[in-house]
């Protein structure tokens, strides 16, 4: 038989036993609870050690349990597959980064995280524009096409830098138009990479609990106006992964 761990989902700030239900990540049905260190506590399940299967239905598992967490508590989420060795491990941690976990509970209290990716719907469209817009690159493109295949190769390579670089700085100016306007009412703008040409942000926002509506608003105002031009893909409320980075 396996030796048993603790999966920790989250850190949040109460002391009472809590049972959130047999919703643990893996086929057992664990029961969701809490370890507890004076006034904070994590969340955990049992889980047997070595036996990390990144899957779908166990990530979707760790987003339901957080969620429901998130529900009645200010959440500081762990990575997925955060698996302590034992209760007294979890403890140690709780103990040993009391400060700073208080301290992250009290800036996150009452704070969401909202996801919104922003990608070109058209892009012969967008790549036409950056050579109407940029004559060195409507240049290069048109000697180019007047010339041989076999005498172009660095010409072509030459171009698809300038491409490249000229695409990079649509990105960012089209992406500082969105986030001008979401910031009047986010706290905090996190961007991470973008998958592909067409995506054009992938942006994480800090959000105050009582200023979501204002925010969902905003991003209606944005469709509105460049949906025509991009889609837009929402998502939230979570909890803040892109503001919290824990581990063991």
Avoid at 52 to 67: I, P, R, T
Wanted: net charge neutral.
């Amino acid at each position: 038989m396996k030796e048993e761990g603790k999966y920790i989902y989250g850190i949040i700030g109460t002391n009472e036993m809590r049972n959130f239900g047999a919703i643990g990540v893996g086929s057992r049905g664990d029961t969701v609870s809490t370890i507890s260190y004076q006034e904070i506590s994590a969340v955990i399940s049992n889980f047997p050690l070595g036996n990390y299967e990144l899957s779908k239905e166990n990530l979707m598992a760790h987003q339901v349990v957080v969620e429901l967490v998130m529900n009645d508590h200010t959440v500081l989420p762990m990575r997925a597959f955060t698996i302590a060795s034992s209760a007294e491990e979890v403890r140690d941690f709780l103990r040993k980064n009391y400060r700073e976990l208080t301290g992250l509970l009290k800036d996150m209290d009452n704070k969401i995280e909202l996801g919104l990716t922003g990608s070109w719907r058209d892009m012969p469209a967008i790549f036409r524009e950056i050579a109407d817009e940029d004559r060195g690159i409507k240049k290069s493109r048109e000697k180019i096409a007047a010339t041989g295949v076999t005498q172009t190769l660095e010409q072509r390579v030459a171009l698809g830098q300038k491409v490249a670089g000229a695409l990079e700085a649509k990105k960012e100016q089209e992406r500082d138009k969105v986030l001008r306007l979401l910031m009047k009412t986010a706290i905090a703008v996190q961007n991470n990479d973008t998958h592909s040409d067409p995506m054009i942000f992938n942006s994480a926002f800090l959000v105050d609990r009582s200023r979501e509506k204002e925010f969902d608003s905003q991003v209606n105002e944005l469709d509105r106006e460049y949906g025509h031009r991009m889609k837009f893909r929402y998502v939230g409320p979570i909890p803040p992964y892109n503001f919290v980075n824990l581990r063991i």
